[in-house]
């Protein structure tokens, strides 16, 4: 078993849109109408959008392989790119997903790990995240990963508002 970390450029556009829209049906389709699903695929992961945010400096895309295959992928933001204000010392873990099949074999941890130690690189003093409230196998993964709930904040899911809860993890 291997594991393999790559950043992405703005050539891996399409990849990262097939992976970003792969993840995010997968984890929630279920619970959203296709409606708001498709809203939001259709906003947040067009070619255009995806190909500004891998051009901002801010912002970090990174596909993790499992045995040679694109496993999932890690956006952290850095200063004026964070969803939030949070300022210069905080790191924001916008997208952190690992395919369905790829679950729970360690991968999701290694991303975390990828993203404190960008962060500690850099002397931020936290990295913070916002997690659907109903996301319950996210919010236990990074409870168990050491965050704890700060706020909460709006997400709106096509026109459908939704409660993200702020997670944030003090570096020492
Ligand atoms: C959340 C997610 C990133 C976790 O990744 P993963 O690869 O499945 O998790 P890992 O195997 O790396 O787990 C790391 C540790 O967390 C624990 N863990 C994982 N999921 C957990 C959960 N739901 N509750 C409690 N602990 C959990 C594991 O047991 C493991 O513990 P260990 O270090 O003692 O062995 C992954 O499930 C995922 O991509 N989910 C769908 C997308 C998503 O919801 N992303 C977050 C959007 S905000």
Known sequence: ???NIKQCNLEDSRKLQEISYETFNETFKDQNS???M???LERAFNLKQLEKELSNISSEFFFVYFNNEVAGYLKVNTNDAQSEEMGQESLE???IYIKNKFQKYGLGKYLLNKAMEIAMERNKKKV???VWEKNENAIGF???MGFVQTGAHSFYMGDEEQID???T???N
Do not use: C, Q, V
């Open 38 to 40: 498709n809203a939001y």
């Open 93 to 95: 873990i916008e997208r």
């Open 34 to 36: 296709p409606e708001a």
């Open 128 to 130: 913070w995240l916002g």
């Open 1 to 3: 078993m291997t594991i």
């Open 169 to 171: 993890k003090t570096l």
């Open 165 to 167: 809860f702020i997670m």
């Open 142 to 144: 990074y409870k168990k």
